[in-house]
């Protein structure tokens, strides 16, 4: 009787907290799906708008607010290519804060450390005379660690590679020092896939992108 | 029975969730000045409920009508927004007022009286890298200083010059410790250049009056130098350079970093082929060595250690003591050692703690016929804590003691000699609050205390500031202080009944700040009281009746959007200052105060060339100087001071590891520089002080450098 009461009890306070796991993972990828269809600054503060509410129903997951920090690094690039430095840091800044609290969550996570590295080479925009050296340190030592946690993981490589890309070449850096990490990602992105489809995806393009830009700067060099 | 109990329980299970059914929740977001902010997030805290808001600032969404309901409102650039909801409710209608965030562009920051450099924070004049190619400047951190308004160019001495003020005014402190020797060792009229090299430092703040409380024995400045943390890699240095070279390397492990570097300057060579005012005999030979450590033990605290030693020397035909018109030889050695550490840690949540401690040996041996030996030692501790009552607001509290002892031997001829010896305890304390009232208003209020042993005097000195955010991008700022420093040793030496010297700043300040602009204008007040002052040749007989004024207005303009890859500075000062101290028969213009100083300071990237380029023209305007020849009291004037300089920056690969190649030349155009003159104390047969024209080293100075940076690479 008492085992039988026990067993009724756990179902009816399981079932609402079944019912929110589903609800999460739902949520969740119609946001990715909307993120995915995203286009202008609109859109795409929709979205982070979502994924901070998903965040904010779901504070033990890491995934609201690692996609969080990259919509807002998405919005901040937006920003930048429209010259809007002063308001690009703010989406800077509030990326950080939300990678924080992913990184409380999950420490030892390539995609997090990844994505930490995408922030760092956000800070630069602001004034890359200033900020260039010590974030662009900051970013390779992210992503170094995203490398030595996930050594599959392609965003890490590309993100390495974008950062070599525009590091000036007197620092060693340039579009075919970049070559073989942008290389290295492409292989990976072909590879590799967790199979989770919550589970960060993006960069397969802009690393080809990248990659060819890389590939035309060398030809170039040898005609 | 027991099915019935189950049904029961799904059955009250089900209605509990019925009963509560769906609230809707609309409403308007708003922002402080009542417009509609658009895409705000909208929802109840905990739930996956809630909407961005429209264009026109509206909402509307449902949520489960739980007991407990918090509207949560976010939005880029604004505080958080909650209100707990009334419970039971069907419909609700909440109006959402948004709080812009207290960000750092957006508040009031203390700027009167403050050049800041830092990489760090968002309202500085200029960046660390700022000094060190500023053209003219010869990677001297006094040098570039001197391209700010305030300053006055005094040619022949190489130090700052504040506000009116005398060199020894402007004091120099390093991670909030005060630097006993901040220049190299000289002789009047020979530049010095600044001990440190502006590398050390990250954060640099220039104080060209009404400073914080926590630094004392300035009249007129202080220069606050704040030192790298721990280093960011793992580097070796090799620099050769026309006039030396050196070597260094830098270890990083994980919490910890260790630099260590030595260098050899010679000007023989150079002084060999480029044509020289001076008559060398041996010309300038300096070598040195310095260890930086740094420990991190956590993120919140850190361990500083440098320590440096330096040796010195040339000799040259100076003119005679007596008589200036003749050539004497004259030779000069230094040895100089300094160590400094400090510790600083976040102790719980609203307590932090800095506290260091100095030492600082300095030994000149100067020889013309006579021998002058000066021996300069000092030992210091301070700390400070600091308590943070409230956000953005902080009490600091502090005390430090110096230990100074100056022992100076002078031997004219055998059998007459003079012997200085000064020893003090000098100890402070202050107490300072920062607060803010509102984000508009900044205020700083502090209180300092000292005492010295060998004055057998004290001095209590209020500090106050405040800084008012008018607009946007503008803001006022107000400083008021007294300011206290003990007189020179060269009074002291006659008569130690002497008081503290004092100087009340009254420091009005504008600023404009917009982006990648920055304009600033600032007038202020200095009145000095209590001055050393004796009769002519009776200096034991000197007491505090001396006083001066200062007066002026600094303008700065700074641009780094309008040129594209360019970035142009413009200071100038106007000052009018006058005091009667020393042995002035009464009051006038000090020799080293120019009424007008203006510096152009030009900076271009040129981005195919990797090169970066500057200029730097600066003016100032004839200075006085007292002929004893003349009847009246400083009635002479120099000729006006002018220069443009010129440095340029390769930035290159070579065999693979980075490397600058640096070129820089002053005085291009060739603009003919004077000093005045310097007079003989004695009058020859005639009746006459003959004199001999200050002038610099040399027309033009060239330098050219190579510096290699040995490092890791970006391969994996």
């Known amino acids: ?223 | 029975m027991l099915p019935r109990i189950i049904l029961t329980l799904l059955i009250s299970g089900c209605m509990l969730r019925s009963l509560s059914g769906q609230a809707t929740i609309s409403g308007k977001v708003l922002d402080e000045q009542g417009q509609a902010a658009v895409g705000a997030n909208v929802f109840i805290r905990g739930t996956f409920d809630g909407t961005s808001a429209a264009s026109d600032g509206s909402f509307s969404f449902s949520t489960e009508r739980l007991d407990t309901l918090i509207l949560t409102v976010t939005y880029i650039g604004y505080q958080p927004f909650e209100m707990k909801l009334p419970s039971g409710q069907d419909s609700l209608w909440v109006e959402a007022l948004l709080r812009p965030a207290a960000s750092e562009l957006a508040m009031a920051v203390i700027t009167a009286g403050a050049f800041e450099a830092s990489d760090e924070k968002k309202s500085v004049v200029l960046r660390p890298l700022d000094i060190v190619t500023t053209a003219g400047a010869t990677a001297d951190i006094a040098g570039a200083l001197n391209t700010l308004p305030g300053t006055q160019r005094v040619g022949e001495e190489g130090r700052l010059f504040v506000r009116g003020g005398d060199a020894h005014e402007t004091q120099t402190f390093i991670d909030g410790l005060w630097v006993q020797n901040p220049y190299s060792s000289s002789v009047p009229d020979l530049p010095a250049r600044g001990r440190f090299s502006p590398f050390l430092f990250k954060e640099t703040t220039f104080a060209t009056g009404g400073f914080s409380a926590e630094y004392g024995q300035a009249l007129s400045s202080a220069l606050i130098l704040e030192t790298q943390g721990l280093a960011e890699e793992s580097v070796t240095g090799v620099s050769l350079m026309s006039v030396g070279g050196g070597l260094s390397h830098t270890q990083r492990w994980e919490r910890s970093s260790l630099s260590l570097s030595g260098d050899y300057t010679t000007l023989g060579p150079y002084t060999s082929l480029v044509p020289q005012n001076i008559d060398w005999l041996k010309p300038v030979v300096s070598k040195g060595g310095q260890l930086v450590f740094r420990h991190s033990p956590d993120e919140n605290a850190l361990l500083k250690f440098q320590s440096s030693a330096r040796f010195s020397g040339f000799s040259l035909q100076y003119p005679g003591p007596e008589d200036v018109s003749s050539q004497v030889p004259l030779s000069l050695n230094n040895g100089n050692y300094y160590a400094n550490a400090s510790y600083r840690d976040i102790l719980g949540e609203k307590w932090s703690l800095k506290a260091g401690a100095a030492f600082a040996y300095d030994r000149e041996q100067i020889r013309q016929g006579f021998q002058l030996d000066r021996v300069e030692q000092s030992v210091q501790a301070k700390a400070v804590a600091s308590y943070h009552f409230a956000e953005q607001s902080v009490l600091k509290m502090g005390a430090e003691i110096v230990r100074g002892n100056f022992d100076e031997k002078y031997l004219e001829s055998p059998g007459n000699s003079f012997h200085t010896l000064l020893k003090d305890t000098y100890t402070a304390g202050f107490a300072e609050v920062e607060s803010y009232f509102g984000p508009r208003l900044a205020a700083r209020f502090g209180l300092r205390a000292a005492h010295s042993s060998l004055l057998g005097k004290g001095s209590v000195s209020p500090r106050l500031s405040l800084a008012y955010k008018a607009g946007t991008f503008s803001q006022f700022s107000l400083a008021y202080g007294h300011f206290y420093q003990k007189p020179k040793e060269e009074q002291l030496r006659y008569n130690q009944q002497l008081g503290f010297e004092r100087a009340t700043h009254y420091i009005l300040n504008y600023q404009y700040q917009r982006e990648k602009r920055l304009f600033r204008v600032e007038g202020y007040y200095k009145k000095y009281n209590g001055l050393a002052r004796y009769e002519t040749d009776a200096p034991w007989l000197s007491d505090n009746s001396g006083n001066g004024f200062s007066k002026g207005v600094d303008v700065f303009y700074r641009d780094r959007a309008s040129i594209r890859n360019g970035d142009f500075w413009i200071s100038y000062s106007l000052l009018d200052t006058e005091r009667d101290y020393l042995d002035f028969p009464h009051a006038s213009t000090p020799s080293f105060a120019s009424k007008h100083n203006l510096s152009v300071v030009y900076k271009h990237w040129l981005n195919r060339l990797n090169t970066s380029i500057g200029f730097t023209y600066t003016y100032s305007s004839p200075r006085p100087f007292n002929d004893p020849n003349k009847s009246g009291f400083n009635t002479e004037r120099t000729i006006p001071y002018q220069d443009l300089s010129f440095n340029a920056s390769y930035l290159t690969n070579l065999l693979g590891q980075f490397t600058i190649l640096y070129v820089s030349v002053s005085n291009l155009p060739g603009f003919e520089q004077s000093f005045g003159y310097r007079y003989s104390s004695q009058a020859n047969e005639e009746g006459e002080f003959t004199r001999s024209r200050v002038e610099p080293p040399a027309k033009r100075f060239f330098f050219i450098g190579l510096f290699i940076s040995i490092g890791e690479k970006f391969d994996d």
Not at chain 1, 61 to 83: D, V
Not at chain 1, 185 to 203: C, V
Request: with cysteine.
């Open chain 1, 1 to 223: 009787m008492k085992k039988m009461i026990l067993i009724v009890s756990m179902f009816t306070f399981t079932f609402p907290a079944i019912s929110q796991q589903t609800k999460y993972e739902k949520t969740l990828s119609q946001a990715l799906a909307k993120l995915e269809d995203a286009e202008g600054r609109e859109a795409l503060a929709e979205a982070a708008n979502t994924f901070e509410r998903i965040g904010n129903a779901m504070p033990g997951e890491w995934l609201p607010f690692y996609y969080h920090a990259f919509t807002n690094m998405r919005l901040a690039m937006a920003l930048m290519e429209e010259g809007q430095m002063g308001e690009c840091q703010a989406y800077v800044s509030k990326a950080q804060e939300s990678l924080d609290k992913a990184m409380a969550i999950e420490e030892e996570n390539s995609e997090i450390w990844a994505l930490q590295g995408l922030i760092f080479q956000g800070r630069i925009w602001e004034d890359p005379q200033a900020r260039g050296a010590e974030f662009s340190m900051k970013s390779h030592q992210a992503l170094d660690k995203a490398i030595s946690i996930g050594p599959e993981n392609p965003r890490a490589y590309y993100l390495k590679g974008q950062n070599v890309f525009f590091t000036p070449s007197f620092y060693g850096g340039g579009p075919e020092a970049a070559l073989p990490l942008l290389e290295k990602a492409e292989n990976l992105f072909e590879t590799s896939g967790s199979g989770n489809a919550l589970e960060p995806n993006w960069g397969r393009e802009t690393n080809r992108e990248l990659l060819n830009r890389a590939r035309a700067a060398k030809s170039e060099e040898k005609n």
